[in-house]
């Protein structure tokens, strides 16, 4: 099954994900959960060819992260280590989309363990600043997804406030003083 592809005739076309939902579901049966995993995360992160990809069917598209939740695996972890970027990555290093880990977070049963652990990836000196503004993109990718604005505007204010710990450097074009950005 692996080693047939199936690529999307449109935007909505359901194929390639029905053909990975398959094969983790498969790999379940078999208790091969390598092969599990990285269908699972290629249906997250909605990694598949299509031969047009329109953005009004993004919606109806899952990520089925209470699948993940459901199962005795660290996502939180998970998700984490597959947004971060590192210099020498394993052979077979799985790189998630922010976006899409973005939208996955904010349907998380532990969104608050994930808002915790990125504001503190954004505020930690010892993280490479690269990696840094990844964690501040995956914060505000979560947080454009979440329905209630009230919510979101008390996000903004924290991640207001973690952004004041990055480098200088980041706010050269606003007077060299760090104030609030203003296309959060």
């Given at each position: 099954m ?39 995360l ?21 990520t089925?992260?209470?699948?993940l ?116």
């Amino acid at each position: 099954m692996r080693s047939t592809k199936v690529v999307g005739g449109c935007s909505q076309d359901s194929r390639p994900r029905e053909h990975a939902i398959n094969i983790a579901m498969l790999s379940a049966e078999v208790t091969n959960w390598e092969v599990f995993l990285k269908s699972h995360l290629d249906i997250m992160n909605d990694r598949f060819d299509r031969m047009s990809d329109g953005s009004y069917a993004y919606a109806q598209r899952k990520t089925y992260i209470k699948e993940l939740e459901e199962l005795d695996i660290n996502v939180l972890d998970l998700l984490i280590g597959i947004s971060l970027r590192v210099e020498n990555p394993a052979k077979n290093h799985y790189y998630g989309s922010i976006g899409r880990l973005g939208r996955a977070i904010s349907e998380s049963k532990n969104k608050e363990d994930f808002k915790t652990q990125i504001l503190s990836m954004v505020e930690d000196k010892e993280l490479d600043n690269y990696n840094r503004i990844l964690a501040y993109f995956l914060f505000v990718s979560y947080n454009n997804y979440l329905d209630n604005k009230d919510e979101q505007n008390e996000n903004i204010k924290q991640l207001e406030t973690s952004i004041m710990t990055l480098p200088d450097f980041f706010f050269k074009g606003q007077n060299n003083k760090k104030k609030k950005p203003t296309n959060i």
